[in-house]
Nanobody, 115 residues
Framework: QVQLVESGGGLVQPGGSLRLSCAAS????????MNWYRQAPGKGREFIAS????????RYAESVKGRFTISRDNAKNTVYLQMNSLKPEDTAVYYC????????WGQGTQVTVSS
């Protein structure tokens, strides 16, 4: 079955960096685009970034453009989200997403940006 497992979240000061990872299994990873979303307390789930199956095309939400970078390693079935210049408003649970036969989500990883 499809599994997505996020890791790499934590507490970081404003201006700091984190790198999230999402390990995928149960489907042909290199055939599918991958996405990152986030959900802040009391808010809906928000699209952050996507990457095509080959990694050649990426797309970002305006709120993170220039600060976050999505990438993937198809040999490791893993997608990454490098987050730089973090702000308190980036605090959220971050989710990995794949649309295979349906939308699949990981369990999420908490990112807290606070001094």
């Amino acid at each position: 079955q499809v599994q997505l497992v996020e890791s790499g979240g934590g507490l970081v000061q404003p201006g700091g960096s984190l790198r999230l990872s999402c390990a995928a299994s149960g489907f042909s990873f290199s055939s599918y685009a991958m996405n990152w979303y986030r959900q802040a307390p009391g808010k809906g789930r928000e699209f952050i970034a996507s990457i095509s199956n080959t990694g050649g095309v990426t797309r970002y939400a305006e709120s993170v453009k220039g600060r976050f970078t999505i990438s993937r390693d198809n040999a490791k079935n893993t997608v990454y989200l490098q987050m730089n210049s973090l702000k308190p408003e980036d605090t959220a649970v971050y989710y990995c997403n794949a649309r295979v036969s349906m939308a699949y989500w990981g369990q999420g990883t908490q990112v807290t940006v606070s001094s």
